[in-house]
Nanobody, 122 residues
Framework: QVQLVESGGGLVQAGGSLRLSCVAS????????MGWFRQAPEKEREFVAA????????LYADSVKGRFTISRDNTKNTVLLQMNSLKPEDTAVYYC???????????????WGQGIQVTGSS
């Protein structure tokens, strides 16, 4: 049984930083690309960042380039999202996702975490 569990969310003032963690279990972690998505109230779930199984390739949404950094530690089955210079527009529930077929910006990932709230207050 595959599980993805996010942690590290919370509320920070605009300009602050948070680091999200996602710990995966029940899968061969290094074989999976990992992604972060987010969904704000009354909006569609949108792509944030993705990283290949080896960590050699990364993708970012234009809205977070230069502010967010995705990384992974395959020895700990963990993917991280470092979020700097947070804006009110970043407020959303953030979801960790795993994809066997490779990194992608689409939402057709194989497994999803439950989500965690991130709030950038003004």
């Amino acid at each position: 049984q595959v599980q993805l569990v996010e942690s590290g969310g919370g509320l920070v003032q605009a300009g602050g930083s948070l680091r999200l963690s996602c710990v995966a279990s029940g899968l061969t972690f290094s074989r999976y690309a990992m992604g972060w998505f987010r969904q704000a109230p009354e909006k569609e779930r949108e792509f944030v960042a993705a990283i290949s199984g080896s960590g050699g390739s990364k993708l970012y949404a234009d809205s977070v380039k230069g502010r967010f950094t995705i990384s992974r530690d395959n020895t700990k089955n963990t993917v991280l999202l470092q979020m700097n210079s947070l804006k009110p527009e970043d407020t959303a529930v953030y979801y960790c996702a795993a994809r066997r077929a490779g990194l992608a910006i689409t939402r057709n990932y194989d497994y999803w975490g439950q989500g965690i709230q991130v709030t950038g207050s003004s």
